[in-house]
């Protein structure tokens, strides 16, 4: 099994930034991908950006050009830069990993863009 604790979320103003990350522990070395994903009240959750073992990513289109995701394999740690933050990003933003034909999910965490 896989553990995956998130932190780093919190109350900003439009046009902020914020960091999140993601500790894995457990079963680390069957992980193969990590990526955030998010839920905003009332909406399903969706992918925001994913990052492979050897580093390959995704983005979604919403958050192009904005949010950067990166990952320390040493650290067994993915981090989410947000930066631009608008109040639509407003969600609980949850880490998750992918590997061995298993989905892991942390608790998450709130991210609350004010206007």
């Known amino acids: 099994q896989v553990q995956l604790v998130e932190s780093g979320g919190g109350l900003v103003q439009a046009g902020g930034s914020l960091r999140l990350s993601c500790v894995a522990s457990?079963?680390?070395?069957?992980?193969?991908?990590m990526g955030w994903y998010r839920q905003a009240p009332g909406k399903p959750r969706e992918l925001v950006a994913a990052?492979?073992?050897?580093?390959?990513?995704i983005h979604a289109d919403s958050v192009k050009g904005r949010f950067t995701i990166s990952r320390d394999n040493a650290k067994n740690t993915v981090y989410l830069q947000m930066n631009s933050l608008k109040p639509e990003d407003t969600a609980v933003y949850y880490c998750?990993?992918?590997?061995?034909?298993?989905?892991?999910w942390g608790q998450g965490t709130q991210v609350t863009v004010s206007s």
């Open positions: 998750n990993s992918y590997g061995s034909g298993f989905d892991y």
């Open positions: 457990g079963n680390t070395a069957s992980i193969s991908s």
């Open positions: 990052i492979s073992r050897g580093g390959r990513t």
